[in-house]
C-alpha cells in the first residue's frame, strides 16, 4: 500500500514518535523511508544569532551535524529492532532552503513521489498551546498524498 514513506525529522520528542510509527509501516509493507530534516532559513524566538532574522552560515553547519546524529540514532535504532535493510530501504536528507519547512517537505515528497507522509503534530518551533503545530497543519492542507501526524 505505501512503497516510499516520509518522516520530517527534527529531533523533537514528536519527530521521534513519528519515525516509530514509521518503521512499523515501513517493516509491514517493506517500503522504502525518506528521512528528511529542514535546517530553518531563519530565526525563532529571539535567538539573535543572524541579523535580520536570518541565520547566520554557522548555524546551518551546525544544524546539518545535529541533524546526521539523529539519522544515526535511527540508523542505529532500526538495525537493533528491525530486519529493514538500512543500506537501500533508508535514506536520509538534511536540506538548506529559503522555503517555508512545509513548503520544503511537500516538495521533496512530490520529487520522490512518496505515497506517505508522517510529521509529528509540533516540532521544536512549535508552542504548547497549539493543537497542530504550523508546519504539521500546511503539510496536512497542501499535501497531494495522505499525511499521518502523530503526537
Known sequence: MFSKILVGIDGSE???NAVNYA????????SELF?????PSKVHHGDSSGVFGMVAPSYFEEYKKEAEKWF????????????????????SEVMTTPFSTAAS??????ERD????????RGHSGLKKMLL?????????????PVLVIK
Open 23 to 30: 518503521l512499523d509501516l515501513v517493516t509491514k509493507y517493506n
Open 35 to 39: 528521512l528528511l530534516a529542514i535546517v
Open 72 to 91: 544515526d540514532e535511527i540508523k542505529n535504532h532500526i538495525g537493533q529492532k528491525s530486519s529493514i535493510d538500512i543500506n537501500n530501504k533508508v535514506k
Open 14 to 16: 514528536y519527530s521521534r
Open 133 to 145: 503545530g504550523s508546519v504539521a497543519t500546511d503539510v496536512v492542507t497542501y499535501a497531494y498524498c
Open 114 to 121: 512518496v505515497d506517505l507522509i508522517i510529521i509529528g503534530t
Open 105 to 110: 517537505i511537500l516538495n521533496y515528497a512530490e
